[in-house]
């Protein structure tokens, strides 16, 4: 099975700041790999896919980098509403699997 | 658009038996895999199960393997998860969700809670 790094597990971050999350897959995944956002009480938002793509409707501030087996999300500006948690996919092959997360609070 | 509609939830005892259901509109369902995807309490996100769009393909997690059972009805635009012999760390969120080949999960249903208990 493949295995996703995520890190870091923790961020604390102000409004208009930068942060970058690494995610680390086991074995080379290709571009197949596709970053989320997940606020409490709701569903999960598909923010990137194939590494790099925005998905439709997510502002530019997010993007999505990397090949293999290392990727990277980028949220330039972080705004009120970034304050999540955020979780990589690979999509290589089944079993699926998500990384561990990492929780992007506010300072 | 697309709208996804999980029911079946609830309180279940330790070895018990639930069935999930997730009622899809809105595009052409046999046309999609379908996913179903958990969370427990305070923990991350984890795949449970993904059924390819005409029902012959499943796929399920090793945590669950053996227990659980991915099943369709494209014919009521359905899907659904037979869950037996449930233990208290099946408890959890239990999302519905449309698959994009390589490309990840589109849509997502509000999610339905099972909890497994004595």
């Known amino acids: 099975d493949i295995q996703l790094t995520q890190s870091p597990s923790f961020v604390s971050a102000s409004v208009g700041d930068s942060v970058t999350v690494t995610c680390r897959a086991s074995?080379?995944?290709?571009?197949?790999l596709a970053w989320y956002q997940k606020k409490p009480g709701q569903a999960p938002k598909l923010l990137i896919y194939a590494a790099s793509t925005l998905q439709s409707g997510v502002p530019s501030r997010f993007s999505g980098s990397g090949s293999g087996t290392e990727f990277t999300l980028t949220i330039s500006s972080l705004q009120p509403e970034d304050f999540a948690t955020y979780y990589c996919?690979?999509?290589?092959?089944?079993?699926?699997?998500f990384g561990g997360g990492t929780k992007v609070e506010i300072k | 658009e697309v709208q996804l509609v999980e029911s079946g939830g609830g309180l279940v005892k330790p070895g018990g038996s639930l069935r999930l259901s997730c009622e899809a509109s809105g595009f052409a369902f046999s046309s999609y895999t379908m996913d179903w995807v958990r969370q427990a309490p305070g923990k991350g996100l984890e795949w449970v199960s993904s059924i390819g769009g005409s029902g012959t393909s499943m796929f399920y997690a090793d945590s669950v393997k053996g227990r659980f059972s991915i099943s369709r009805d494209n014919a009521k635009s359905s899907l659904y998860l037979q869950m037996n012999s449930l233990r208290a760390e099946d408890t959890a969120v239990y999302y519905c969700a449309r698959d994009l080949p390589f490309s990840g999960t589109d849509y997502w249903g509000q999610g339905t809670l099972v909890s497994v208990s004595s």
């Open positions: 996919q690979q999509l290589n092959g089944y079993p699926l699997t």
């Open positions: 074995q080379g995944i290709s571009n197949h």
